[in-house]
């Protein structure tokens, strides 16, 4: 199955291509994510019962950290396009203003750290779960760094950390490899990496 199937070689060079698929990603996302903040702010007050359930809403934010590596198959895609996507929503009004970049830029980052720990040469299933995983811990510890400084470590800290990344690892990681799935049979992947896998759906 294509969710499986290791890349063959080491990432080459940056092509245009690369470039311009990971701005593409990045604006799609960054109104995505603008949108979001919407539906987050709106559902904060339903999920009040148990404040730090809030963080199972976080994988959307992750999407493109693991996405982007997963076509592009470049080292830096995750962070170049979560980034711009951070930086795009910041653009468009963001409610938390000019720190989402950094925080987009972290996230990024994390996702990143899962693809370079196997040299840029595997792009299976368990690599997309970690990479949203550690995703998510690099929002999650900057949302408790700098919004939840004086919460409880177990009553909130702890339980906000594990929601983050399970969400990460099943809406940013499975999510992201759903989506490349689905994608392979349509041939828009075939001039990247990730198209040599529509051979073997």
């Known amino acids: 199955m294509p ?46 019962f148990y404040p730090p359930l809030k963080s199972i809403l976080n ?11 997963l076509i592009v198959r470049r080292a830096g895609a995750g962070l170049l396009t979560e980034g711009l ?13 000019v720190a989402v970049i950094y925080q987009g830029l972290l996230q990024g980052l994390g996702g990143e750290l899962a693809f370079a720990s196997t040299r840029y040469r595997r792009y299976t299933t368990p690599i997309a779960l970690l990479g949203g995983a550690l995703a998510a811990v690099a929002l999650a510890w ?6 939840y400084p004086t919460t409880g470590l177990w009553e ?4 906000y950390f594990v929601l983050a ?27 990247f990496p990730a198209g040599r896998d529509r051979d073997r759906i």
């Open 142 to 147: 900057f949302d408790v760094r700098n919004y």
């Open 165 to 191: 990344m399970l969400s990460g690892a099943l809406v940013a990681g499975l999510g992201s490899m759903a989506l490349v799935t689905a994608m392979l049979p349509t041939g828009v992947l075939d001039r």
């Open 59 to 69: 994988g959307v934010w992750l999407i493109p950290a693991v996405l982007a590596p």
């Open 3 to 48: 969710a499986d199937s290791p890349a063959l070689a080491a990432p080459g060079r940056w092509r245009t291509v690369d470039i311009l698929t990971c701005a593409v990603l990045a604006v799609a996302f960054g109104v995505v994510f603008w949108a979001w903040g919407f539906v987050w702010t709106g559902l904060e007050s339903a999920l009040a």
């Open 85 to 97: 996507a951070a930086t795009i929503s910041a653009l468009l009004g963001s409610f938390w203003g």
């Open 156 to 159: 909130f800290k702890v339980p």
